[in-house]
């Protein structure tokens, strides 16, 4: 199974920046990757996503799974021939759902570790 034979609606998704020591990221980076530097530091980040209704494409709308999920990420640079390339590396991910950490590898092309979120929302914020 793909990622395209999956559907769901993303029902909520926060980037939270902050900056980092370059000396401690450089510890968790594997090779060849080197930390993206702004202003001397480092840029990490967690990315909060609720996804709801996920299920097969094939499947009727009126069902599906919801889940919390987050993913660690540090913004990174590496060589790539004579080019110099930017991205992200995602260290950790984690999600509620128990069906996502066994599925991670096989449907979704990550593992995930489990874990409990206490999300409070209404109207206001």
């Given at each position: 199974m793909s990622l395209a034979a999956i559907s769901g609606v993303i029902e909520r998704r926060i980037l939270a920046n902050y900056r980092i020591e370059p000396k401690a990221v450089r510890r968790v980076l594997p090779a060849p990757f080197q930390p993206k530097l702004v202003s001397g530091f480092a840029i990490g980040g967690i990315y909060l996503i609720r996804l709801g209704q996920t299920?097969?494409?094939?499947?009727?709308v009126s069902w599906g799974l919801s889940s919390e999920n987050t993913a660690h990420r540090i913004?990174?640079?590496?060589?790539?021939?004579?080019?110099?390339?930017?991205?992200?590396?995602?260290?950790?991910?984690?999600?509620?759902?128990?069906?996502?950490?066994?599925?991670?590898?096989?449907?979704?092309?990550?593992?995930?570790?489990?874990?409990?979120?206490?999300?409070?929302?209404?109207?206001e914020r």
């Open positions: 299920r097969p494409a094939w499947s009727a913004a990174v640079q590496g060589r790539e021939g004579d080019e110099l390339r930017q991205g992200v590396y995602v260290p950790r991910r984690h999600t509620n759902s128990r069906l996502n950490v066994l599925a991670g590898g096989l449907v979704f092309p990550v593992v995930q570790q489990l874990a409990r979120f206490d999300v409070r929302e209404n109207w």
